[in-house]
């Protein structure tokens, strides 16, 4: 697409945006408006010179803000903004949002929205919560079938400032462990796949998440610590366009017990339903252990800070390392990424003695570290 035709294609979705009152009462279709007005005459060539003339009378019709986004099938300022990104990614690179939001530190949620929550940050037996993205009913669907595990839900129809809640929601309350996306997405936001982008591959230097497709997705009201953190706690699990009240809440019970997949369309293998004609090898108990040259490790669960400091020694039985961390998945995968094991075995046994310590911190057991 040219120049002259994205700037067609801008003025030909403001427009009919700006008829609708809908959109004259919509935060999304004022920022956009106001981001327009906010483009320099440096950055300007004649038709964007234009575009922004006629920005301040679509402005002029703009009516009090109700709400944030609506989550409309056709959302014609997130449109509006990609052919910005796409074709003048100058002008959207490092803008910061105007939004930002209210921490209330003593009490949780921390954030205030359309949140239906039912546990505190020290019951464990909820460790589940789900975002129905734009799926505004589908919330309280969910609250009136309430599982016991299920700690909170709500929707997240933007790809910036929606996130930024749910993480800050998530990180203040560490018995969270899985986060499931439910839910028709917000067309042109995206927020669903924003946040699979964002677990996997976290932000840029300029808090813009690495491979998310919304129309602007930086996050300005949280640190990186925030993010470190939400990647590290949780499991996000897709089960994005899904609308099916009892699939959801099934698949609330399956992630609680830790038997789910975070990607959609697995099907469990259960007792007859193996094809291969391959012979069965029987396990042997009685395999010889092989030391792993690269040392051994010892486990410490510390149940008032819900953490595990795990310690790596040589066999000279000199320390190596110290690590710290919440969860039995981010001190594995930094343990195997550092190369603090070099046997198979070694890490399976890590794996298993991690998240049994993780599991007696959950349910208040006493741990104790196999063949230490």
Same mark, same amino acid.
């Given at each position: 697409m040219s120049n002259d035709e994205s700037i067609k294609k801008i003025e030909s979705e403001l427009h009919e945006g700006i008829s609708l009152p809908k959109c004259q009462k919509c935060g999304c279709m004022k920022e956009t408006l106001e981001f327009i007005e906010t483009i320099s005459s440096g950055d300007q060539t004649k038709e964007l010179s234009l575009l922004k003339e006629k920005s301040k009378s679509w402005l002029n019709k703009m009516k009090e803000i109700k709400y944030a986004c609506l989550g409309c099938e056709h959302c014609y300022p997130a449109v509006v903004m990609n052919?910005?990104?796409?074709?003048?990614?100058?002008?959207?690179?490092?803008?910061?949002?105007?939004?930002?939001?209210?921490?209330?530190?003593?009490?949780?949620?921390?954030?205030?929205?359309?949140?239906?929550?039912?546990?505190?940050?020290?019951?464990?037996?909820?460790?589940?919560?789900?975002?129905?993205?734009?799926?505004?009913?589908?919330?309280?669907?969910?609250?009136?079938?309430?599982?016991?595990?299920?700690?909170?839900?709500? !929707?997240?129809?933007?790809?910036?400032?929606?996130?930024?809640?749910?993480?800050?929601?998530?990180?203040?309350?560490?018995?969270?462990?899985?986060?499931?996306?439910?839910?028709?997405?917000?067309?042109?936001?995206?927020?669903?796949?924003?946040?699979?982008?964002?677990?996997?591959?976290?932000?840029?230097?300029?808090? !813009?998440?690495?491979?998310? !497709?919304? !129309?602007?997705?930086?996050?300005?009201?949280?640190?990186?610590k925030d993010i470190d953190l939400f990647r590290s706690q949780i499991e996000v699990v897709d089960m994005i366009g899904c609308e099916n009240v009892n699939e959801i809440l099934e698949k609330i019970k399956e992630v609680s017990n830790g038997s789910a997949s975070s990607k959609c369309g697995c099907h469990d293998v259960n007792e007859g339903n193996r094809k291969s004609d391959e012979p069965i090898t029987n396990a042997n108990e009685n395999s010889p252990v092989k030391m792993d040259k690269a040392g051994y490790f010892v486990l410490y669960p510390q149940n008032k800070k819900r953490t595990i400091i795990v310690e790596h020694y040589s066999y000279d039985n000199k320390l190596q390392h110290t690590i710290e961390g919440d969860n039995a998945k981010s001190l594995y995968m930094q343990i195997v990424d550092n190369k603090w094991v070099s046997l198979l075995s070694h890490a399976a046994y890590l794996g298993k003695e991690l998240e049994k310590a993780e599991l007696s911190i959950k349910y208040a057991f006493k741990y104790e570290q196999d063949r230490a």
């Open positions: 052919v910005l990104n796409e074709t003048f990614p100058e002008l959207t690179e490092n803008k910061d949002l105007s939004c930002s939001f209210e921490v209330r530190e003593e009490e949780w949620p921390v954030i205030t929205a359309d949140y239906s929550s039912f546990c505190d940050g020290t019951d464990t037996s909820c460790p589940v919560a789900v975002t129905t993205l734009a799926s505004v009913e589908l919330v309280e669907e969910l609250a009136k079938n309430r599982p016991r595990e299920l700690c909170i839900v709500g !929707k997240t129809e933007t790809e910036n400032i929606g996130i930024d809640k749910v993480i800050k929601n998530i990180v203040s309350n560490p018995t969270i462990k899985t986060l499931i996306l439910a839910g028709k997405e917000a067309k042109g936001h995206l927020t669903g796949n924003t946040i699979l982008s964002l677990w996997k591959n976290g932000v840029d230097e300029n808090m !813009k998440i690495v491979g998310a !497709k919304g !129309k602007k997705p930086v996050l300005r009201n949280i640190t990186k």
